[in-house]
């Protein structure tokens, strides 16, 4: 326990913001995929899979990019006053989001959304970093892993009860929490020693660039980024995708009913009015298995080298996450999840402390900010895979769409004739009940096979690592 009080103060405060940046951010980012995808008499925006694709993606990779200078900007302008100006925006942006329905303006109003990610991410990463030492920045990552993991389980389950009301409701849940941060950076937040920035705005952003060419020239440093690329494209496909596969694909009433004969008001409390589990429920798990188990894996990979970790802990996690989209049975997905999540925990907060371990102490913050690089172009393709892939390959809307060109149906034109429709005709024209559908296009379409796309960026990771590990670096860095 003494270890506990080499942390200061800023370090404590840094991850109560962050619990809560991420009770609002996934509250929201764990059913977007549903409310942009899910059919329109449900209060949803029925985009298609392609749409849902290219906006969380472009989006999201805008989070991961900017930080590169949003950081430099914050370095100038300070953190205090950086993360007051990332909270309005936050604010102003979940709003937007709950108002819009036209695709442009959604994508917009999450352009604003993303845009105080984006200030807000290096600022609070920096802060972890300069209130850790080399002995206490395993834990501290741990621990700072972890309060993101618990923001992550509690959002989400405050949007799934309050979209049985409206999905209203999600976006005002997020807006609030993000107005209880903007208090907490106000009257808590200490700004943390820096080197104040005192240069114009155009002589940063030159240096900006020039330093990212630099680090970028280190050609080690460039392909581990690229390699890491692979685990965030595989690893999101967790938010992406999943939630659709779940909502497509299983009959959650099976896992609702299980938990009723056990305990009925439990099965009231984490399910929905109409007896299943929403998908986002499901989803947590994920988040409830790091918050128990984060601070024990961080132990055991304590004394590991940095790379081994992650090596390891990416090829459990593609396991995991290529079981998760292999069978249709909802009870099979802990177990997929179990394991997808002890490789998460013990190699995405690895990445963060490589890179802070490798990097001069001059240019901690700007190797961390290059850190963002990966997960940017993760989130890009990430959003490919779950939008034009995934609808070539599972996208049951899409599937109806075949069985209705091979018999040669006419599909009813018209804002008024939603995905529910389309469904339900496909149900009458084939007389089945739409689980009788659900499961002949299982069989018929193979909409699992996607787990090997999947599965394969994961282990192809895994194989980079490991050629770079043993030919590249050798035996230049320990860590």
Excluded: H
Aim: glycine letters at 8%; charged letters at 15%.
């Amino acid at each position: 326990m003494n270890i506990f009080k080499k942390f200061p103060k800023t370090f404590w405060v840094a991850n109560s913001i962050e619990l809560f940046e991420r009770w609002g951010w996934y509250g929201l980012f764990n059913v977007l995929a549903l409310y942009l995808t899910n059919s329109t008499d449900t209060g949803a925006l029925g985009f298609e899979q392609s749409q849902k694709g290219m906006l969380m993606g472009v989006i999201s990779s805008m989070v991961y990019f900017l930080p590169v200078f949003t950081g430099a900007i914050a370095d100038k302008v300070g953190y205090k006053k950086s993360l007051i100006v990332a909270f309005i925006l936050y604010f102003v942006g979940y709003i937007l989001m709950g108002k819009m329905t036209n695709y442009y303006s959604v994508f917009i109003a999450f352009g604003i959304v993303g845009l105080g990610a984006a200030i807000f991410k290096p600022i609070v990463s920096a802060t972890i970093s300069k209130t850790t030492t080399k002995k206490t920045s395993s834990l501290g990552f741990g621990i700072f892993y972890m309060m993101v993991n618990l923001g992550a389980l509690i959002g989400p389950v405050f949007a799934s009860k309050l979209r049985e009301f409206s999905w209203d409701y999600v976006f005002y849940s997020s807006a609030i929490v993000t107005g209880i941060n903007i208090l907490l950076v106000i009257f808590l937040f200490k700004e943390p020693e820096r080197e104040k920035n005192t240069e114009s705005f155009l002589v940063s952003v030159k240096k900006i660039l020039i330093n990212l060419f630099t680090v970028l020239k280190n050609w080690k440093f460039l392909l581990f980024l690229l390699l890491i690329v692979g685990f965030w494209t595989m690893y999101l496909q967790l938010f992406f995708t999943l939630p659709v596969f779940i909502v497509q694909w299983m009959d959650t009433s099976l896992l609702y009913d299980f938990i009723a004969n056990i305990s009925p008001n439990l099965a009231t409390k984490i399910g929905t009015p109409q007896g299943d589990i929403a998908p986002e429920m499901i989803l947590n798990i994920d988040a409830l298995y790091i918050v128990i188990f984060q601070l024990i894996i961080s132990t055991i990979v304590l004394k590991w080298k940095a790379l081994n970790a992650m090596i390891s802990g990416i090829f459990v996690a593609a396991i995991g996450l290529g079981l998760m989209f292999m069978f249709n049975n909802p009870f099979f997905i802990f177990l997929a999840m179990l394991v997808f999540s002890f490789g998460e925990m013990a190699s995405s907060p690895k990445i963060t402390e490589y890179i802070g371990l490798i990097a001069p102490k001059e240019k901690k913050a700007m190797y961390i900010g290059m850190s963002f690089l990966p997960l940017a172009a993760g989130n890009f393709l990430a959003g490919i895979l779950s939008g034009s892939v995934y609808a070539s390959m599972s996208d049951k809307i899409t599937m109806i769409k075949k069985e209705f060109t091979l018999n040669n149906w006419q599909i009813p034109e018209g804002e008024n004739f939603t995905k529910n429709d389309l469904t339900n005709l496909a149900c009458e024209k084939l007389g089945k009940t739409d689980i009788e559908l659900t499961q002949y296009l299982w069989e018929t379409y193979n909409p699992n096979s996607i787990w090997y796309v999947f599965t394969a960026i994961g282990m192809l990771t895994v194989v980079g690592m490991l050629i770079y590990n043993k030919f590249i670096l050798k035996k230049e860095i320990s860590v």
